[in-house]
């Protein structure tokens, strides 16, 4: 089931519009009342450690590049509309870009990420494609909740199979979908905050790494 491109009923981030000039404002909290439905509840029962993994999301990679980008535009004392506009774009590049690190995360090259391949659902973590995956109310995810339920570490043939039911539940699609979703929403938003072309050209380049990392 998809619904508007996202798998299930996957809720958007949604981001606030709104800003002044000597404020960088929390994230809302749209994610984080998704991830207290009780669809996800019970996705996390038995082996949530009880993070927020939307909300982590915003509150953490997206917030720092949010407050970046604000503080730049501060510092070049931008008048508030363009403040707003360059901390939504560094907001929707923060979720992008972790969107694709949690891809990597379980997909990725060794070559290119460094990391072992499938080393976050070796142990387990709790990633977007994972949480996207259990919240989606299928025979494969419910497969990959009772792999996660486990204790002990996922050995090579059950990392692979729990990567394949992460695919099979729409995880690895949702996640894709909605990196490049972000990806387009900052470049939206940045076009907005009258940056010299020169800037633009920079930001906009940062953006389309953000979400082309080979996942």
């Known amino acids: 089931m998809v619904a508007d491109g996202r798998p299930y009923g996957l809720p958007r981030p949604e981001l606030s519009s ?4 000597s404020t960088v404002r929390p994230p809302p909290s749209s994610w984080a009342s998704f ?3 009780r669809r996800l ?7 949530s450690t009880g993070t927020d993994r939307f909300g982590e999301a915003a509150g953490k990679t997206a917030s720092l590049l ?16 363009r ?4 901390r939504q774009f560094g907001r929707h590049l923060g979720l992008a870009f972790q969107l694709v690190d949690d891809l990597l995360g379980i997909w990725g090259d060794t070559a290119v990420t460094g990391k ?7 142990s387990r ?13 299928t025979s494969a995810g419910d497969r990959l909740a009772a792999l996660y339920h486990r204790t002990e570490p996922l050995g090579d043939g059950e990392i692979r199979t729990a990567a394949r039911l992460i695919e099979e539940a729409g995880g690895r699609r949702w996640a894709q979908e909605e990196a490049e979703r972000q990806r387009t929403a900052a470049v939206t938003r940045l076009a907005t905050a009258g940056v010299i072309p020169e800037g633009t050209r920079a ?10 990392r080979d996942v």
Not at 83 to 86: G, K, N, S, Y
């Open 18 to 21: 709104r800003s002044t000039a």
């Open 35 to 37: 991830a207290a439905s």
């Open 41 to 47: 509840r019970c996705a996390y029962r038995g082996w």
């Open 66 to 81: 949010a407050a970046a980008c604000a503080l730049g535009a501060l510092a070049a004392r931008a008048e508030a509309e």
């Open 83 to 86: 403040v707003d506009a360059l």
């Open 116 to 122: 072992p391949v499938g080393s976050d659902l070796r």
């Open 125 to 137: 973590k709790k990633s977007l494609p994972v949480v996207a995956a259990l919240a989606g109310g």
């Open 203 to 212: 930001l906009t380049a940062l953006a389309d790494l953000s979400t082309r």
